[in-house]
């Protein structure tokens, strides 16, 4: 019995290796030339980042196709040293980019490539710092191609910027001090092809003060506060220059400590330096003061009369604004109102040696008496100028209290404020 010849035909199916085999012999050998048919058309690169730090650039490579369904794929990853990539630059740069570095790109079966290395921008941007730590900023980045002109490369964005902003959002939260709460966007198309194409992007931040409000505002005002009641304790009785100068050398400590928490680049000077600035000018203010009028309570009885200007600026004027009028002096108090002549008188024929000694000491008694009478005067009668002295000091301190009461509450309610316009931003 015969059997037929019979032929049979093998089809292989495309595959990914063949598709590589493919690409191999007519595209990776031109991954020095510009992806076109025609060098008069431009290449169109599209721009599609977040602001974390993931940056998405797609272009179209024309040498490239395949049928998705015949290739079983519609896309593949490729070494990118093998195709034609893009030099797209961020001109804002300050340093070399510290991402990871990626070998690989994605193409797609209609030609797309997707470029998605990662890229760590550390840029620079015109800080105002005036509000720190409740201070908003605004900073641009502009994107465009290195070497070639807009006749080669024309730059798009892949996503709207509104669709990028929430996208960086959900990367960005909870992470660091700064919060995302707006983004526009802007591309300038210029009409000279031979000129460079770019894209502008506008970034709006804000800071997350938190840290710094507990690192920095209330630690300061803890120790202002604390120097504000050292008033309360007596200077005639208590040492409270020491106590005011182990505060001083605390807050410094402090300054010298927090220093790195506060900003060090910017054109103006940021609010919270000169509010620590105030503060430790209060404190010294305080030591300064505690002084004078420690002086002036132990020292008041060596002191000239006070001059008519300071009598009349401190207490008449000061005093009467911080509620210490000084009191009228008393009327002089009199020990012995009528001066008895305790000699009695002389009768002729009546001296006698016994009547001699008694007029002795009825005079000495005379004398002894006066004495007393002076002595006590001296001690009951206030000297005036001491009194002006002593109270000039109570004045000072009195004044300079209700100044720093007065500059604390301020300082409150100018944080709460800021604070509120902040967080209704």
């Not at 040293?81 to 961020?90: A, E, N, Y």
């Not at 992007?201 to 840290?211: E, K, M």
């Not at 008041?300 to 300071?310: F, I, N, T």
């Not at 002295?389 to 300082?411: A, E, K, Q």
Request: proline fraction near 5%.
């Amino acid at each position: 019995m015969e059997m037929d010849n019979m032929e049979v035909l093998i089809v292989k199916l495309p595959d990914t290796e063949s598709l590589l085999a493919a690409l191999r012999d007519s595209v990776f050998n031109l991954s020095a030339v510009r992806p076109v048919r025609e060098l008069s058309r431009p290449s169109v690169v599209g721009i599609s980042f977040t602001v974390y730090g993931i940056l998405d650039v797609s272009w179209q490579n024309e040498f490239v196709s395949w049928d998705a369904e015949e290739c079983g794929t519609d896309k593949i990853s490729l070494p990118r040293s093998k195709l034609w990539t893009p030099d797209i630059v961020i001109n804002e740069f300050m340093e070399a980019n510290t991402g990871p570095e990626t070998l690989y790109v994605y193409i797609y079966s209609d030609g797309t490539v997707v470029d998605l290395a990662p890229l760590k921008v550390i840029s620079s941007c015109n800080l105002d710092i005036y509000t720190f730590p409740f201070d908003i900023q605004n900073c641009s980045y502009s994107f465009n191609s290195y070497l070639h002109a807009a006749d080669d490369i024309r730059l798009s964005l892949d996503l709207p910027a509104e669709q990028i902003l929430d996208l960086s959002n959900t990367f960005m939260e909870m992470k660091g001090e700064w919060e995302l709460i707006n983004m526009t966007s802007f591309q300038y198309n210029i009409s000279d092809p031979s000129m460079w194409d770019y894209i502008y992007v506008h970034l709006i931040l804000r800071r997350q003060p938190t840290l710094y409000v507990v690192n920095l505002l209330i630690p300061s005002c803890f120790l202002i506060t604390l120097d504000l009641f050292s008033f309360i304790l007596p200077p005639q009785n208590v040492d409270r220059s020491a106590f005011k100068m182990t505060l001083i050398l605390g807050y410094t400590v402090f300054l010298l400590l927090m220093n790195d928490l506060l900003p060090v680049t910017g054109n103006t000077i940021p609010l919270m330096n000169v509010f620590f600035s105030l503060c430790l000018a209060l404190m010294v203010a305080s030591l300064l003061e505690t002084i004078i009028v420690t002086n002036l309570l132990h020292n008041s009885k060596d002191y000239r009369a006070a001059p008519r200007w300071l009598r009349v600026l401190v207490l008449e004027v000061m005093a009467r604004l911080v509620c210490l009028t000084q009191k009228k002096p008393d009327a002089q108090v009199i020990v012995i109102h009528n001066q008895v002549d305790l000699q009695p008188p002389r009768q002729a024929g009546s001296n006698t040696a016994a009547e001699d000694l008694h007029q002795e000491a009825l005079w000495k008694l005379e004398r002894e008496l006066h004495a007393i009478r002076h002595q006590m005067e001296k001690n009951i009668a206030t000297d005036q100028n001491t009194e002006d002295w002593i109270h000039i000091g109570r004045v000072l301190d009195r004044f300079l209290f209700c100044v720093y009461l007065l500059f604390i509450t301020i300082s409150f309610i100018t944080i709460l404020v800021i604070w509120t316009r902040w967080y209704q931003l």
